[in-house]
């Protein structure tokens, strides 16, 4: 079982009932006694992740207005990726993000000023997407909100949509992290939990054959520094940071490589 449904306090157990049903996905009273696959647990406004195997890691939270994302927007680290993306004076492409996850580079994309699809095929991520827009559009942080006025989240798998009216496709697929950083390893240890086998949508390879094929300008592939690309075809340009490239396909509209 990859995923349950539980709840953050005894008072939440119908709200918990609700959206297990909605996802349908399991509700799980007491995960105590779990020790595999991950538990969505559902709170007040901000619900959370739990690896449920050893070692329990912490809580995996979608913030758009945590200390983490606005360290990145501060320390620039979008540039690299606006630069990928094709983000210029004020030309601020609008972007389909295949591989949403946690939102973090769409929430960066979004804070360049760009219109972000924010695609998602895992149930329990896409729960915490939508939860973490509604919240966002009502922070304190004008920017946060300006930002999440400019994010749309959807379900599904991507290579089920026929992307029309955007510039950019963006994929991240996953891979091993190099970072040292234990946050950035506890949330990708508990996403890669959470595909174990709830992953019945487009490996990556697959995911790029579509993006190829639909009408954008770009497609953008996030990889590790120095990882072969994703498919045989050279892209256009890369952007290399420390620890990850974003390769860059040019491709005229409606070109079918
Ligand atoms: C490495 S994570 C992306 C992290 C994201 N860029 C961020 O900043 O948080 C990859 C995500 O893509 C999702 N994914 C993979 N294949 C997909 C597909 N075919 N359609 C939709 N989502 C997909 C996975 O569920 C996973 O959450």
Redesign the pocket.
């Given at each position: 079982m990859s995923c349950v449904v539980t709840a953050a306090s005894w008072s939440l157990l119908p709200s918990a009932k609700v959206v297990a049903k909605t996802l349908a996905l399991p509700f799980v009273e007491d995960i105590d006694a779990l020790d595999s696959g991950v538990a969505l647990v559902v709170d007040i406004d901000c619900s959370w992740l739990q690896r449920l195997q050893a070692p329990r890691l912490g809580p995996v939270h979608v913030d758009f207005a945590s200390a983490d994302m606005l360290h990145r927007r501060k320390a620039g680290h979008n540039e690299p990726l606006g630069r990928a993306i094709g983000v210029k004076d004020n030309l601020c492409p609008r972007v389909f993000?295949?591989?949403?996850?946690?939102?973090?580079?769409?929430f960066v994309m979004a804070d360049l000023g760009c219109f972000v699809a924010l695609?998602?095929?895992?149930r329990p991520?896409n729960y915490l997407l939508r939860e973490a827009v509604a919240r966002a559009l009502i922070s304190s942080n004008i920017k946060v909100v300006q930002a999440a006025n400019r994010m749309q989240v959807m379900t599904?798998?991507?290579?089920h949509h026929e992307v029309e009216g955007f510039d950019v496709i963006y994929i991240?697929?996953?891979?091993p992290e190099r970072s040292k950083s234990a946050a950035v390893k506890k949330d990708?240890a508990t996403?890669q939990a959470?595909?174990s086998d709830d992953?019945d949508?487009?490996?990556?390879e697959?995911?790029l054959a579509w993006a190829y094929r639909q009408a954008v300008d770009r497609v953008v592939v996030?990889r590790p520094a120095k990882a072969r690309p994703l498919s045989a075809a050279k892209p256009s340009h890369s952007i290399v940071g420390k620890t990850v490239r974003f390769d860059v396909i040019v491709k005229p509209k409606s070109a079918v490589v």
């Open positions: 993000d295949a591989t949403a996850g946690l939102g973090r580079d769409a695609s998602e095929a895992s991520l599904g798998d991507s290579a991240d697929p996953m891979f990708l996403i959470l595909q992953c949508y487009a490996d990556a697959s995911l996030k």
